[in-house]
C-alpha cells in the first residue's frame, strides 16, 4: 500500500487513532456551541432604542418606510449593503456581494414572522439593476435618504435587526466585521476542510494552501459576478452618479 502524500496534508493513522482525536476535539466543539448559545441568551436580553419608524426608504414601489419594510411581521433583519457611487458592477463590494449572496431561502425566517431585507446605501435604480444581475430575489431598498439616522455614521456595512410594537420600531442588535459572517454558511463549511478558509491569518500547519488574500473578489471582480457574466447576463448598471 502506497502511503507517500504529493501534498501538504494531515497524518495518516487508523480508524481507531482518528477516532480517539475527533472524540476529543468533540468536546471542544459542543462547549463551544454552549457557549454560542449562552451568547445568543444574552443578545435577547439586551435593551432596545427606538428609531424612526418613518424613516424613508426607497422600493419598487417608490417611496416607502422603515415601518413598511417589516412587510407586515414583526422582526426585520436588514442588511445595509455598501455601495460605491458611480462605479461599474465589476467594482461593487465584494463582500457584500459574498454575504448577500447566500440569503435564498426566506421561509424559515417568515415562519418565525421575521422579515430579511437589503436596505442598499446606494440609489434605487441602480442598485436594484445590480441585485437583478446578480439573480437575488430578497426584498430591496434604498436607505440612503436616512443613512445618517439609521447608520448614525457607523461601520461601512451593518447587520441590524429590529422589533416592531404597532406603528413604532426597535433596534434590538447590530454587528459589523466578521459578526455579518451570520449571513452565510461557506465559511462555517470551509471550515470543517483540511485546509480551512485558505486564508494567510488562519492558523495552519505549515505547507497549508493560504495563498487566497481576498477570497470574495477573483480576477478584477467579485467571485459570483463570473458565473452570471458566464450566463449572458448584463452587468449594466444604467447612468453613473
Not at 502506497?2 to 493513522?13: C, H, L, Q, V
Not at 422603515?66 to 461599474?88: K, N, S, T, V
Not at 417568515?110 to 422579515?115: I, L, W
Not at 422589533?163 to 459572517?181: C, I, K
Request: include cysteine; aromatic fraction near 10%; hydrophobic fraction near 35%.
Amino acid at each position: 500500500m502506497n502511503t507517500e502524500i504529493d501534498i501538504a496534508a494531515p497524518t495518516i493513522a487508523d480508524r481507531s487513532t482518528y477516532q480517539a482525536q475527533l472524540d476529543m476535539l468533540r468536546i471542544r466543539e459542543k462547549e463551544h456551541s454552549r457557549a454560542g448559545d449562552a451568547i445568543a441568551a444574552a443578545r435577547r436580553r439586551l435593551p432596545m432604542v427606538e428609531v424612526p419608524a418613518d424613516s424613508p426608504l426607497i422600493g419598487a414601489a417608490g417611496p416607502v418606510t422603515l415601518l413598511d419594510a417589516f412587510e407586515g411581521r414583526r422582526q426585520l433583519i436588514a442588511y445595509y449593503q455598501m455601495w460605491h457611487a458611480g462605479a461599474p458592477a465589476a467594482q461593487q463590494c465584494p463582500g457584500c456581494t459574498f454575504f448577500n449572496s447566500q440569503v435564498r431561502e426566506l421561509a424559515y425566517l417568515h415562519s418565525r414572522d421575521v422579515t430579511y431585507a437589503t436596505l442598499c446605501q446606494g440609489p434605487y435604480e441602480q442598485s436594484v439593476r445590480y441585485r437583478d444581475f446578480m439573480g437575488w430575489d430578497v426584498p430591496w431598498y434604498s436607505a440612503q435618504p436616512s443613512l445618517d439616522v439609521l447608520l448614525g455614521g457607523r461601520a461601512p456595512f451593518v447587520l441590524a435587526c429590529y422589533l416592531r410594537s404597532g406603528d413604532r420600531v426597535f433596534e434590538t442588535y447590530w454587528t459589523t466585521g466578521r459578526g455579518v459572517e451570520a449571513m452565510e454558511q461557506t465559511y462555517g463549511l470551509l471550515d470543517l476542510t483540511a485546509y480551512g478558509r485558505q486564508e494567510p491569518w488562519e492558523d495552519s500547519p505549515a505547507g497549508w494552501p493560504q495563498d487566497i488574500p481576498d477570497p470574495a473578489r477573483v480576477d478584477g471582480r467579485p467571485t459570483a459576478q463570473w458565473s452570471r457574466i458566464r450566463a449572458g447576463r448584463s452587468d449594466d448598471l444604467g447612468t453613473a452618479g
